[in-house]
């Protein structure tokens, strides 16, 4: 037991606990270094680092008895090699560490802080008759299991998956997005992008979602639209062609069959209205 003591205490000896004071700057110190922690833990949990994460503590326990026994010959190739696993896990990392720095950089995030804020336009992104316009396509599709894609563009641009597609660029109107993915005809393969009040382009093409824990009875039209809402923070509807299920995906997340209240509620969300601030009651007393 004495020994185990002494060894915690000759190889641990470096770990100190920082002097804490209750001043301002520990104060936001302590909530910078929350919030990165908690960003990190959603991370891993919602991405495919939390697999590669459990490896890794498999790996670092491993390395731990090695050091305990002291190994001399494992110890010596795990120092000469240490760069080389360095780079090995910004490569394996790649993809997770990319999205964190789009994230980051998002515009939505930067509109939202002092030195870049914006005001939003009361408009907002797309106006009221395209909501109108996209729950009755939805909900007339849906009646007779026409089936569609329909990716509707926020922050981040979406030309990269406009290119693969055919241009477009008219009013958003049921009538037109019907007509799109009516069977047999020449557009009705592949997704709509909207951006605002318009159909940019149709017959896109979209990344597939790996998702292991999509359902398996899900065909390549909602892995699409999963997939999508996984590299942008763009809104995707998809009408089943089998059942007629209205679902919709953002960030990753799948909500299938919803109803039509549901759908306008979530499409005036992404509307981004501003509310008008209201005039105070002692400047309409002073005019």
């Not at 110890?75 to 993809?95: C, E, K, R």
């Not at 009013?171 to 993915?181: D, E």
């Not at 209240?261 to 601030?277: D, G, M, T, Y």
């Amino acid at each position: 037991m004495n020994g185990l003591i002494s060894w915690i205490s000759s190889h641990l000896g470096w770990l100190r606990l920082p002097n804490v004071s209750l001043n301002a700057v520990d104060v936001v110190e302590i909530l910078i270094l929350t919030w990165l922690v908690y960003r990190l833990l959603n991370w891993i949990k919602t991405s495919h680092a939390w697999t590669l994460l459990r490896g890794i503590l498999i790996i670092a326990a491993a390395l731990t008895l090695i050091y305990l026994f002291q190994m001399d010959t494992l110890i010596y190739i795990i120092n000469s090699g240490m760069s080389i696993v360095i780079i090995t896990l910004v490569v394996v990392f790649q993809p997770e560490l990319r999205k964190v720095l789009e994230t980051i950089g998002e515009r939505e995030i930067i509109n939202h802080s002092i030195l870049f804020g914006q005001n939003r336009s009361v408009t907002g992104r797309f106006s009221d008759r395209t909501v109108d316009e996209l729950v009755r396509a939805c909900i007339e599709m849906s009646a007779e299991r026409t089936g569609a894609l329909i990716v509707i563009e926020q922050n981040e641009n979406l030309h990269e998956y406009e290119r693969t597609g055919i241009e477009i660029d008219a009013l958003v109107t049921s009538q037109l997005l019907i007509n799109i993915f009516e069977h047999n005809t020449p557009l009705h393969d592949g997704a709509v992008i909207i951006r605002g009040d318009r159909v940019t382009a149709a017959t896109c093409y979209l990344p597939l979602s790996d998702n292991k824990s999509l359902s398996k009875a899900l065909g390549t039209r909602h892995r699409a639209g999963v997939g999508v809402s996984e590299m942008t923070d763009s809104f995707t509807i998809i009408v089943s062609e089998e059942t007629g299920g209205i679902s919709t995906a953002y960030r990753g997340n799948l909500q299938r069959n919803i109803t039509e209240k549901s759908l306008r509620s979530r499409l005036v969300e992404l509307q981004n209205k501003a509310v008008p601030q209201k005039k105070k009651r002692w400047l309409r007393r002073a005019g």
